[in-house]
């Protein structure tokens, strides 16, 4: 591992308020990179200021809103004048059947999961091309390879993350932008308590969720070691490999068991 490559680096990460983005923050701020963090939440956002002045920014506010993304970006480019990696993490869930759920479930997944990170991606551009080794790294799920029931607009949302992904990876390759996508399993965090939506009474979490300090690491992993597309469990990567070679038997288990 090359962790020491990411002291003095210049970080904007969205969802830095818990879970996996505040794993992620921690960690990066241990390492001594240089981090702009944003959630709508502004307590966590503070205690990282406090804990580390000289490496924080902070800008609080709600990432679906054009405003908010136009903020980040300023505070980077007036602090920084370029930025090394941008993460979008920020995401929500909501678990219930499609049918009955309401039109403004799938708006608001869509808005966050996707369109959010779409624009806020297409406004760093200018700061990435001007970074130092610069990377994207957008924070998808293995459910944006294999759709599960229940989960629908929360599938489209990741799957429409990855394809874009995957169309930047190509057309940012000239400019020297690294794109990765990072597919986390379930995962011991706030989001399903967050979630906007749940009709359903069941345990989604299990009991196999994988810490976010490890996803963190992972995550650092990956973008030093400039990896594309990372899958980061057993479990996840059987139930992709599956999808590939027998899709109807993957359909069959996620339909009995997803
Ligand atoms: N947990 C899992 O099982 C799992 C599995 C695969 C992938 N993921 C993905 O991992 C990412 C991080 O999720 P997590 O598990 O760490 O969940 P989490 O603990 O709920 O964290 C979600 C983060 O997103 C922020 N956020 C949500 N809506 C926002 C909005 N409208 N504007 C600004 N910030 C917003 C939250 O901050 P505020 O509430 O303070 O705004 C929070 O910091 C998400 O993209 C999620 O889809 C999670």
């Given at each position: 591992m090359k962790l020491n490559l990411i002291q003095g680096r210049r970080v904007i990460l969205t969802?830095?308020?818990?879970g996996i983005g505040e794993a992620l923050a921690s960690r990066l701020l241990e390492l001594e990179a240089n981090v702009l963090v944003t959630a709508r939440r502004e307590s966590p956002l503070i205690k990282l200021k406090e804990k580390y002045p000289q490496q924080v920014h902070w800008v609080s506010g709600d990432i679906t809103a054009p405003s908010t993304r136009q903020r980040l970006i300023e505070t980077a480019q007036e602090h920084w004048?370029?930025?090394?990696l941008l993460v979008n993490n920020a995401g929500i869930g909501a678990m219930g059947p499609f049918a009955e759920a309401s039109p403004d479930r799938l708006e608001l997944l869509m808005k966050v999961n996707f369109i959010a990170p779409a624009e806020l991606s297409r406004l760093a551009y200018p700061l990435l091309v001007k970074g130092e080794q610069p990377a994207l790294m957008n924070i998808g799920s293995i459910l944006g390879h294999r759709a599960v029931p229940w989960k629908s607009e929360y599938c489209a949302s990741k799957f429409a993350i990855r394809g874009l992904t995957a169309a930047l990876r190509s057309e940012w390759k000239s400019e020297g932008i690294d794109v990765l996508h990072l597919s986390p399993s379930?995962?011991?965090?706030q989001f399903f308590d967050q979630a906007?939506?749940?009709t359903m009474q069941r345990n989604?979490?299990?009991?196999r969720a994988m810490a976010p300090k490890r996803v963190a690491e992972i995550a650092l992993d990956a973008w030093v070691n400039r990896r594309r597309d990372v899958l980061l469990t057993p479990g996840g990567k059987a139930l992709v490999w599956l999808d590939r070679i027998a899709p109807r038997i993957a359909s069959w288990a996620v339909t009995r068991w997803g």
């Open positions: 969802g830095a308020s818990s004048g370029a930025i090394d379930t995962t011991d965090s906007i939506e749940n989604w979490k299990g009991n």
